[in-house]
């Protein structure tokens, strides 16, 4: 099994809920890192070593981890390449000893048996290799199923459109035929433009005059509703890679209930401050989700890189300036959006949030 340190450090930050911290070691005069859960009775904190410098850095993180002024309990996996020899700490370490050769537990403290149960669990996925249908869909169900949605609806809105506009169109040449009027292609593109609205509207678009006839719903539903090719390729393909990290930081349930209210604070926003225009598309919820990993990462911005926080503060600008920038894009739809994801991922996150637990 090659790079034990780097697969089990990035095992625990994305599947067992722990953080790094960084800190500055005088005896390999350069920043080390090591793995923290939160816990209720205090810190679970796991350093990965080798043999050789086993005793030095096990102290140096002991001295760290004293500063951060919490209970802790410090737990050592120790890299060795040949039989290992137990020896006893001045400082209380529990230690989890692999051979890195084989792969293969050596030693384990009762503390650290939640470590050899993940090192194992990872041992199997990387003798198995290939594809892992588990691992494929962990943490993508929800974006998976509303992908679906979208796509469904966007292919049947498609066939109704081609159908109308076939008719639409040779009624048009008929009718222009019969009293010698020639067919301009400006005629045909405002006949299919009306076509695409017309069906748009049928299906669930955001439209000011039906809503204020009662038609609440049409704020949720035309987030599940696209224009063409292009917009829904790009909604969905930001969905993919922004759906599983809201999942796995909020759970299945918070994320349903982000991305619906963001998706009616989108149309609500657009609905007051862009009452002419008929509004569709997965956008306003997308932003939602972006500025819920934005509130994810002002909460616990003491446990995560000041560069994640900058990073996504450059994406979310950069989209919204992309909204400026064309024409036909609803901003006041990602806009709102936008807030409403933030302030509902702040409430549930941080008001909410149950992730105390036990390791």
């Not at 816990?39 to 043999?51: N, S």
């Not at 929800?142 to 966007?154: D, G, Y």
């Not at 989108?266 to 932003?287: C, E, K, Q, R, W």
């Not at 446990?303 to 996504?312: A, F, M, Q, V």
């Amino acid at each position: 099994m090659k790079n034990i340190k780097e697969e089990f450090y990035k095992t625990l930050l994305n599947r067992e809920d722990f953080y790094m911290k960084q800190y500055y070691s005088n005896y390999h005069k350069e920043d080390v890192y090591i793995a923290i859960k939160e816990l209720r009775e205090g810190i679970y904190c796991v350093l990965i070593t080798d043999e050789a410098n086993e005793n030095i850095d096990s102290l140096e993180a002991f001295e760290y981890i004293k500063t951060l002024d919490k209970p802790f309990s410090l737990n050592v996996m120790i890299l060795s390449s040949k039989g290992y020899i137990y020896t006893e700490h001045v400082h209380p370490i529990n230690k989890l000893i692999i051979n890195k050769d084989r792969g293969n537990v050596i030693a384990c403290d009762e503390s650290c048996f939640p470590l050899k149960q993940i090192f194992e669990k990872l041992l199997e996925g990387q003798l198995e290799g290939g594809f892992s249908k588990e691992k494929f869909l962990k943490y993508k169900i929800i974006t998976f199923c509303i992908i679906a949605i979208n796509i469904v609806m966007f292919i049947v809105i498609k066939t109704v459109i081609h159908y109308k506009t076939n008719i639409e169109v040779n009624n048009l040449i008929n009718a222009a035929n019969a009293s010698s009027i020639k067919v301009s292609q400006n005629m045909i593109d405002n006949l299919i433009n009306g076509i695409n609205n017309s069906v748009l509207v049928n299906f669930g678009a955001k439209d000011n005059i039906l809503i204020n006839q009662g038609q609440i719903w049409r704020l949720f539903t035309c987030a599940f509703l696209h224009s063409g090719f292009i917009h829904i390729a790009c909604n969905m393909y930001s969905l993919y890679i922004i759906g599983p990290q809201i999942e796995q930081i909020y759970g299945a349930r918070k994320y349903l209930i982000i991305y619906t209210v963001s998706c009616i604070t989108a149309s609500l926003l657009s609905y007051f401050m862009n009452p002419d225009s008929i509004s569709v598309g997965a956008s306003g919820g997308i932003f939602g989700l972006m500025g819920a990993l934005l509130s994810f990462a002002v909460i616990e911005r003491n446990k995560i890189r000041k560069k994640y926080i900058s990073s996504l503060m450059q994406i979310i600008v950069i989209n919204l300036f992309i909204g400026l920038s064309i024409s036909n894009i609803d901003n006041f739809a990602h806009i709102g959006g936008l807030v409403g994801g933030a302030l509902t991922g702040y409430i549930s996150y941080k008001i909410f949030n149950n992730n105390m637990g036990k390791l």
